[in-house]
């Protein structure tokens, strides 16, 4: 079940991906003077590298953020998401200008971090990461679904849904309480549910 929930949300952000790759083509071709299917092919490659590796980092990156503030969390992702669209977007056009103008490596590099694009690269993606992780962060701090539901006014539209619930009781949880005190007990909750959350957010539950 955990790895199909993974497959499916590596699909959907590769998707993802390749449709943000073509919005950013249609975008950088109106503001300077490439051809279009140059931008067409450069964006759908990136898009749909980028969308696979943030996925699949995403996917495994649980034990990364547990444990850490939310101003933490934030920087922390902003700056390894932007490392991995910065990388594959250096890669790609380097390969692009390899291709094209028969230039070296090093060359390659030159060109394509004085072209104004990588100015439009660094911008849109350090503020795309920026606002998704924010987001993802608030997310986080709700029930699943609970801030899209807020965001798009599913709330003011009552349904009924049919759900499965699950009561979970820890054993003996007074005596380890007056065991190892009231801190150790508050730091033992918090590892407690760290524990679940991942499975809880791959299951699609809600607590």
Do not use: C
Not at 14 to 25: E, F, W
Not at 43 to 65: K, T
Not at 114 to 124: D, P, R, T
């Amino acid at each position: 079940m955990i790895i199909s929930t993974n497959r499916n949300f590596i699909a959907i952000g590769t998707i993802a991906g390749g449709l943000l790759g073509l919005v950013y083509s249609i975008l950088e071709y109106s503001l300077s003077d490439r051809t279009f299917m140059r931008l067409l092919i450069l964006g759908l490659s990136v898009g749909i590298l980028i969308g696979f590796s943030i996925s699949l980092f995403e996917s495994l990156s649980g034990l990364i953020f547990r444990g850490r503030t939310f101003n933490e969390s934030v920087l922390l992702r902003t700056v390894i998401l932007l490392i991995i669209v910065l990388g594959w977007l250096v890669i790609i056009n380097i390969i692009h200008n390899r291709i094209l103008y028969q230039t070296s490596i090093k060359e390659s590099l030159y060109h394509y971090i004085n072209n104004e694009s990588f100015i439009y690269n660094l911008i849109f993606a350090f503020l795309g990461i920026l606002i998704m992780t924010a987001f993802h962060q608030i997310g986080k701090l709700h029930r699943k679904g609970e801030l899209s539901n807020y965001i798009f006014g599913r709330y003011h539209q009552p349904r009924e849904i049919d759900q499965i619930f699950l009561f979970i009781d820890l054993k003996g949880s007074t005596q380890i309480a007056e065991q190892i005190g009231n801190l150790n007990y508050g730091k033992f909750l918090q590892e407690y549910y760290a524990d679940i959350t991942e499975a809880i957010l791959k299951t699609k539950a809600m607590v």
